[in-house]
């Protein structure tokens, strides 16, 4: 009486393995057809790689391209103060070129570099991450008119 019932269970958990099985290898070919960008689809505006499109083609023909980042709110900077970021700066509590006093900051923890006209972020490895238009940096992105960066308690804005 006790044999068919053990057969059952031992059958019902195959099964309930195999279906197990089966979702974690759809999930994982799912992810990797989407590639690395997460939820970034490859609409309009973006390019394969799931980046939007960083240079506005009006930009292009102008020549006022003076790239700066303003204090919104940070320990020890006035608000509304401006950095030039032609050259690219080094954000950070350390020696850099933008000096945080924010306990959350360390001390190299991002940088801003210049790639053609674009201006690109990256984290440099940091414990508590660069935050760019409110979602964590997970590799080096380019920068819009407007976006706002967020490390620790200072918050800047970006502007062209």
Do not use: C
């Amino acid at each position: 009486m006790l044999q068919p019932v053990s057969v059952g269970l031992k059958f019902g958990f195959l099964i309930v393995l195999y279906l197990f099985l089966l979702w974690v290898a759809t999930s994982s070919l799912f992810d990797l057809r989407r590639g690395f960008g997460g939820s970034r689809g490859a609409g309009p505006g973006t390019d394969a790689t799931g980046i939007h499109a960083t240079v506005d083609p009006l930009q292009v023909l102008s020549e006022d391209f003076e790239p700066r980042l303003v204090v919104d709110q940070a320990p020890g900077h006035e608000p509304g103060v401006a950095y030039d970021l032609s050259e690219g700066v080094t954000l950070g509590r350390g020696n850099v070129e933008i000096q945080l006093q924010d306990p959350f900051a360390s001390s190299r923890h991002a940088r801003i570099s210049r790639q053609g006209r674009t201006l690109v972020i990256e984290d440099l490895g940091s414990t508590n991450g660069t935050y760019l238009n409110g979602e964590l940096l997970n590799g080096p992105a380019p920068l819009r008119d407007g976006d706002t960066i967020r490390i620790g308690d200072s918050e800047f804005s970006y502007y062209q």
